[in-house]
């Protein structure tokens, strides 16, 4: 399936990053990633959903070319930031070029202090140490939790104040463009929404693009700008996230408000038979 036209509500925007046809494949013979293909406007909000194993966080590997951890390599197609190829620079070189992955789980250093995890984020900052300040303080005005807490270690924080450490460290390092993995996986109901906002704010007030895997459709298709459905490694569809939010399919499938009437436990069992996609 190739990916819709993205509406143009800005006419500031343009592509920031095109994936075209991608395939992944892990130790060799482990095919992931079928055909992958999306777009990423500057300045945008893009959510990649489905189920646990759909390919997201392969996708946002692919982008970010940490594959290789993994034992898994782009084998077909091509992802180009801003017109580049990218397929063969090292995660260093994307970074240097403003692309910042946000792992799933968070992964803060555990043994260092909230502001020292946020600081090496700007390890690779040249623009001396008064903008590093400047950044930290602006990160803090994003997450005031986190200053709060800044002494403490982090291995003594909580799960959203890991998070919102996660996607902060990521900050430090003034990107373009944030890969977000699962952002509220884990996470109480409160605090996702929590997250969320200030990913919102930071797309409206410090023009961060944001590429997100989610499994909490839901939530991700209230903040996004649009959407792209993944299932057993392929699109099987996207559109601006409000079309994708009143698409029946979707309500019934992701949202679970969809249908008519209560269903039966065979009914959910043999969904699988009754997606358009798969028919």
């Known amino acids: 399936m190739q990916p819709a036209a993205m509406p143009q509500a800005e006419a500031g925007r343009r592509d920031f990053l095109d994936v075209n046809g991608i395939e992944v494949i892990y130790n060799h013979v482990i095919l992931v990633l079928k055909g992958v293909s999306l777009r990423v406007e500057e300045g945008a909000i893009v959510a990649l959903l489905g189920a646990n194993g759909a390919g997201k966080t392969t996708t946002l590997r692919a982008v970010s070319n940490l594959l290789h951890a993994e034992r898994g390599a ?61 950044t930290l303080e602006k990160v803090y005005a994003y997450f005031p939790r986190l200053k709060t807490r800044r002494t403490s270690q982090a291995a003594y924080t909580s799960g959203g104040e890991q998070q919102m450490c996660a996607i902060g460290r990521a900050l430090m390092a003034n990107p373009r463009m944030v890969l977000l993995d699962e952002p509220s996986m884990g996470l109480a109901p409160q605090i996702v929404e929590e997250v969320f906002e200030i990913v919102k ?13 989610e499994q909490n459709t839901n939530m991700a298709l209230r903040y996004a700008d649009f959407g792209y459905i993944l299932e057993s490694g392929r699109v099987v569809m996207d559109g601006p996230a409000a079309s994708l939010r009143e698409n029946e399919d979707v309500k019934e499938f992701y949202l679970g408000t969809g249908g008519e009437g209560r269903k039966s436990f065979r009914d959910v069992k043999s969904y699988k038979r009754r997606k358009r996609w798969l028919a």
């Open 74 to 134: 782009v084998t077909k197609g091509s992802i180009a930031l801003r017109g580049e190829r990218i397929e063969n620079l090292t995660p260093a070189s994307l970074v240097d070029r403003g692309v910042i992955q946000v792992m799933e789980g968070r992964h803060c250093f555990a043994h260092l202090t909230i502001e020292e995890n946020l600081m090496t984020g700007a390890y690779t900052r040249r623009d001396g140490r008064a903008a590093v300040a400047e």
């Open 201 to 213: 704010d930071l797309n409206t007030k410090e023009g961060v693009t944001f590429l997100l895997a």
